[in-house]
Each structure stands twice: as C-alpha cells, then as structure tokens.
C-alpha cells in the first residue's frame, strides 16, 4: 500500500526504501482550457518551470470497443481514429492519454489525424472547427483506481500504484459526440484542480 502511494519504493535485489519527495504537478481542468491551440499543457509546464513535450501514435480505421461505441454513439466495431499519448514533463511522463474519434466525421479531411497534417497539434476543439463542427460542450468523469501494469510502465510507477483515470468526451452543438478519450493520471506525480466559472 505504501510502495502503491509513492511512500516507499522497492529497488530489486536491494531491498525497500523511503521514497524521495516528489513535486506534485498541478493540472488546471478549466472550461477555458477547452479553447486552446493545443498548447495549453507546454504552457502549464512552462508556468512551473518545467518543459511539457508529448509523444503520439495514431490509427486510423481502428473497431470501436463495446464501451467507446457507447460513448460515441456509434454502432459497435465502427471505425475510429485512435491515437495514444504520453505527456512528458521535463523528459518524465505525468500523464496518459487515449483518444478516439469517429473515423466517418474526419474522413477524407485534412483533419483525419490529431497530430498530423496542417492541424497537428491543435487540438479537438480548433481541428473539429477547421472542418466545419463546433464543439460546444465537454463532459468529463474522475475515478480512483490503481494503474494496470501496462500503464505504470509508461508512466514509471509501481504496478497498482494509484491513478486518476478521466473519462472525458466532446460534444458538437447538435449533440453528436465528436471525440471521447481515456485520461490516466499517477496521484503521487500530479494534482488535479477543476476550475468552475460563475456566472453573474
């Protein structure tokens, strides 16, 4: 429990040990984050002196799951563009990412790929506007869980350490879900702080 928190770390063959310190990275969830050009996490680390960068790899025609169809609102095994992240914060990973989107709203585009092409980068809300669909809303649902062994790999923690896994989906004005992603944050490296506006 306490290796799973980042309070101890095992070192193999040595024995167990009290973990170094770690600085949190604080990440603001914020409506206005929504209608950035894409760089909005270089900038957040830049803030705290630290050099955000990100990796990517992207598919196109992938089958939609049972529960990203769901999430779509699109006929299961259809289509998609999936395309998987790894956000780096000084050259050390503090957040993963999975998006997807439906392949028959960007195909034949120049937008098909998140990070290729003219709108690279973009990000969803700038890209989806680049061709035509105006996204008006976000949803997004926090959940504790412990990382599966494939995500602490990425992210340089301990097997079940703990994460905070997002779920977030985009919304066109009419409705339709244009993109849905899975967010996966270690709770030792990173805070997560949601900004509500108020209306007046």
Known sequence: MLIS???????????TYVAEPQERVRMVRSRQHEHT?????????????????????????????????????????????RTSYEYLADGKPVLLSTSWEPYSITSGTLAVLPEGGPFAGMGVVRR?????????????????????????????????????????????????????????VPAARCEIVYEIPISR
Not at 5 to 15: F, I, P
């Open 5 to 15: 928190q980042g309070v101890l770390e095992g070192r193999a063959g040595s024995g």
């Open 37 to 81: 050009d894409g760089s909005l996490f270089r900038a957040e680390m830049a803030a705290l002196g630290k050099k955000g960068t990100w990796e990517s790899r992207s598919e196109a025609m992938v089958s939609a799951p049972a529960d990203i169809a769901a999430r779509l609102d699109i006929p299961e095994a259809d289509y998609c563009v």
């Open 128 to 184: 989806m506007a680049e061709i035509g669909i105006t996204v008006s809303r976000a949803t997004e649902q926090p959940e504790p869980r412990q990382a599966t062994a494939e995500e602490a790999s990425l992210l340089g923690v301990q097997k079940g350490a703990f994460v905070t896994h997002i779920r977030r989906t985009y919304y066109s004005d009419d409705g339709r879900p244009v993109e849905t992603a899975d967010i996966v």
